[in-house]
């Protein structure tokens, strides 16, 4: 990072999303694993009596909604036609992840709490990408950067469900009343972050 840069009062913004586009591309890499070696039971997916096959697609649409979210907020893509089909293949995989995660959510081992957690999460992201979408056909760019930015922090639940879940087992505390409690933790907190963001703006 060059000294104007740094002096540049949006620097900790700039370093604040390549931090996120970093993470994301790590638990990407990480999660890819599934997609290479897909489960064939319900205890190998996770515990998810529906895991087989809607973990596999779950996470082939958040993967794809890592990386390329990853993207969009590069400048140069931007000003170019490059931001429209990337943000666009961006949003089918948001979409057919939230979709694949609403039917995974009354599966989870961890019970009801857990199930409204991931379900609230996948309902919400379902829901802001079309808001989104919808902003875009209709020439409200203002808007649609707006939701997609609620997008992308409800995407980024991917990365802080698994910031979460070491620091239980570190701390030692029992994992399954975390685990429930993280359900929420992992979205609802990011959400709330970029309404701030977007009000301060």
Not at 89 to 107: F, R
Not at 161 to 171: Q, T
Not at 188 to 198: D, S
Request: charged share 10%; net charge positive; glycine share 8%.
């Amino acid at each position: 990072m060059t000294t104007a840069a740094l002096t540049s009062p949006r620097w900790p913004t700039r370093v604040f999303w390549l931090l996120a586009a970093l993470l994301c591309l790590g638990v990407a890499a990480y999660s890819a694993r599934y997609l290479l070696h897909p489960p064939t039971t319900p205890k190998a997916a996770l515990g998810n009596p529906l895991g087989v096959p809607w973990l596999v697609v779950h996470i082939a649409g958040a993967v794809t909604a890592l990386v390329l979210g990853s993207l969009q907020f590069l400048p140069v893509l931007r000003r170019a036609n490059a931001h429209r089909w990337i943000g666009r293949t961006y949003v089918l995989g948001c979409l057919v992840g939230g979709v694949a995660g609403l039917i995974l959510a009354p599966g989870s081992s961890a019970g009801p709490i857990a199930s409204a957690g991931f379900g609230s999460l996948a309902v919400l992201w379902i829901a802001v990408n079309l808001l989104g979408w919808r902003a875009a056909l209709q020439g409200r760019f203002a808007e649609h950067r707006r939701w997609m930015i609620r997008s992308w922090a409800l995407t980024l639940a991917a990365v802080t469900l698994r910031l979460y879940l070491p620091a239980v087992l570190v701390l030692d505390v029992p994992f399954l009343p975390w685990y429930r409690a993280i359900s929420f933790l992992c979205w609802v907190p990011n959400l709330l972050i970029a309404e701030v963001y977007l009000r301060r703006r």
